[in-house]
């Protein structure tokens, strides 16, 4: 988990210094990344979205996928959301200080304005969308995505629920390559 989390904030080969179970994690956050910027049905849901995103789009649907997985929760796991989230925000608040800067600030952010739990909601997305188009000074107009949210949302839900069951078959699928791997390692 933690190396999935930090994934982003590591370049090239700078893992080394992470125990092995960390690198896995992000091994395997760089090939969930790459699975799902092949699939053909994440690439349908990018162009269902307006023009005016451009390369933006990749990261709108990850945040819309990213709703479509807290609020149908309840189908991929027997943990509740709040449990869940709860459990993951102890975790790094633990082993926050030995992680990468700009994870460490993420947490915090994360934490404070639960996020976890709010991309349930269509106001916790409309949240993470205003503060994304901040941080590109406009650039995205990713703020502007809500109104795709509310347009599509049955079309980009099936989209989700017919991509993730995919992934959820090619990360365990390649979660157990990597633990074979470490395994056969020892």
């Given at each position: 988990?933690?190396?999935?989390?930090?994934?982003?904030?590591?370049?090239?080969?700078?893992?080394?210094?992470?125990?092995?179970?960390i690198?896995?994690?992000?091994?395997?956050?760089?090939?969930?990344?790459?699975?799902?910027?092949?699939?053909?049905?994440?690439?349908?849901?990018?162009?269902?979205?307006?023009?005016?995103?451009?390369?933006?789009?990749?990261?709108?649907?990850?945040?819309?996928?990213?709703y479509?997985?807290?609020?149908?929760?309840?189908?991929?796991?027997?943990?509740?959301?709040?449990?869940?989230?709860?459990?993951?925000?102890?975790?790094?608040?633990?082993?926050?200080?030995?992680?990468?800067?700009?994870?460490?600030?993420?947490?915090?952010?994360?934490?404070?304005?639960?996020i976890?739990f709010?991309?349930?909601?269509?106001?916790?997305?409309?949240?993470?969308?205003?503060?994304?188009?901040?941080?590109?000074?406009?650039?995205?107009?990713?703020?502007?995505?809500?109104?795709?949210?509310?347009?599509?949302?049955?079309?980009?839900?099936?989209?989700?629920?017919?991509?993730?069951?995919?992934?959820?078959?090619?990360?365990?699928?390649?979660?157990?390559?990597?633990?074979?791997?470490?395994?056969?390692?020892?």
């Amino acid at each position: 988990m933690i190396g999935n989390f930090i994934a982003d904030h590591i370049r090239g080969n700078n893992y080394e210094g992470f125990s092995k179970e960390i690198q896995q994690g992000i091994f395997l956050h760089r090939e969930i990344d790459t699975f799902t910027d092949a699939h053909e049905i994440v690439r349908k849901s990018k162009r269902r979205l307006h023009k005016r995103y451009r390369h933006y789009d990749g990261v709108i649907i990850d945040i819309f996928y990213d709703y479509f997985l807290a609020k149908n929760w309840a189908d991929y796991s027997d943990v509740s959301l709040d449990v869940y989230t709860k459990s993951v925000y102890k975790l790094f608040s633990k082993i926050s200080d030995d992680l990468p800067v700009k994870s460490q600030n993420f947490i915090k952010y994360m934490i404070e304005y639960n996020i976890l739990f709010n991309y349930q909601y269509k106001d916790g997305i409309a949240k993470v969308l205003n503060g994304m188009n901040t941080r590109t000074k406009g650039k995205s107009q990713m703020n502007l995505a809500i109104e795709d949210l509310r347009l599509l949302e049955d079309e980009l839900q099936e989209d989700f629920t017919l991509f993730f069951k995919d992934l959820i078959e090619h990360t365990n699928k390649k979660f157990k390559e990597l633990t074979d791997i470490q395994y056969k390692n020892k």
